[in-house]
């Protein structure tokens, strides 16, 4: 036990100081991995905004159709960047339900979400969770954890919700793409102001409170991302409209809020 709100999942020598957004995103979800301060900034944004939560839920449902996309697309591989806490359909978990032999490789810098899916997947060998700067693309693609990965094969890069939190973003996707076969898939959410229901300021100034402040993009800003990549259909949507499940209603994307897409890299 750790005396931090009495809790046992809080790994030795993390820094719990200031909210995180990986622990405010597993409040929003449901989820019981976050502290006060954490869920005091989840209340906060969805005072500013009632709808918070839902962008959350959405997001997390696209992460989940673009796996199942890329298995059907014979991906077998996937690096998960800002990977986050784990909770509803991990991308191990519903790749691996298609192909026990998926192997996932999670990546966060935040020690509470890389500590929980360590415990997840201590019996797992075709998955690993380790704690980096995504931002430091040197160390992620060098580092042994990479290794379980066949970088001379199509990968799925996954970067959901993780942009918005990068100060500079061209340069550290454009590295991961340098990095990956011809045939790779990379699949992206941004946040934006372009759309109404994260647009108030008040959101990136809450943000500021926490460890990861954001930084909403523009659509050509977010397709810029794709440099090197093609889009496929729908080509840049928002988190509900992308490839929805058959009987999901279409979201306004005035309150879906977040860019999303898929590119295959040319
Ligand atoms: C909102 S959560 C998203 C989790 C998951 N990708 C999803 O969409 O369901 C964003 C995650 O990005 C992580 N993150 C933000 N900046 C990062 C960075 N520079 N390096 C690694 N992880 C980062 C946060 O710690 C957090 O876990």
């Known amino acids: 036990m750790t005396d931090q709100e009495g809790v046992d999942w809080i790994p030795p020598g993390a820094d719990l100081s200031r909210p995180s957004a990986a622990r405010i995103y597993d409040y929003l979800l449901g989820g019981a991995h976050n502290l006060a301060a954490d869920r005091a900034v989840a209340q906060k944004l969805e005072a500013i905004q009632p709808q918070v939560a839902s962008v959350a839920r959405r997001n997390r449902a696209f992460l989940r159709r673009v796996v199942r996309f890329m298995l059907e697309q014979g991906i077998r591989q996937f690096l998960d960047l800002g990977s986050g806490i784990p909770t509803v359909g991990n991308v191990h978990e519903v790749a691996q339900a298609v192909d026990p032999h998926s192997k996932v490789v999670y990546v966060d810098y935040e020690p ?3 500590a929980h899916s360590l415990m997840l997947l201590k019996d797992n060998p075709n998955a690993v969770a380790f704690e980096a700067d995504a931002t430091d693309t040197e160390a992620v693609l060098g580092s042994e954890a990479v290794k379980l990965l066949d ?10 919700t993780l942009g918005h939190y ?5 340069g550290v996707f454009g590295a991961y793409r340098d990095a990956l076969a011809p045939g790779s898939h990379f699949a992206l959410t941004h946040l934006t102001n372009d759309f109404a229901v994260l647009r108030d300021p008040k959101i990136a100034e809450t943000m500021r409170s926490t460890q990861d402040s954001i930084y909403p993009r523009s659509r050509d800003e977010v397709l810029a991302l794709f ?3 093609e889009l496929v259909e729908p080509g840049l949507t928002t988190s509900a409209n992308w490839r929805p499940d058959r ?3 279409v979201v306004d994307p005035e309150e879906d809020g977040l860019y ?7």
């Open 247 to 249: 009987l999901a209603a």
């Open 166 to 170: 990068l100060p500079e973003v061209r």
């Open 112 to 114: 509470v979400a890389v």
């Open 227 to 229: 440099d090197g990549f």
């Open 151 to 160: 970088l001379g094969e199509p990968v799925g890069l996954l970067a959901i």
């Open 260 to 266: 999303a897409g898929v590119g295959v890299k040319l």
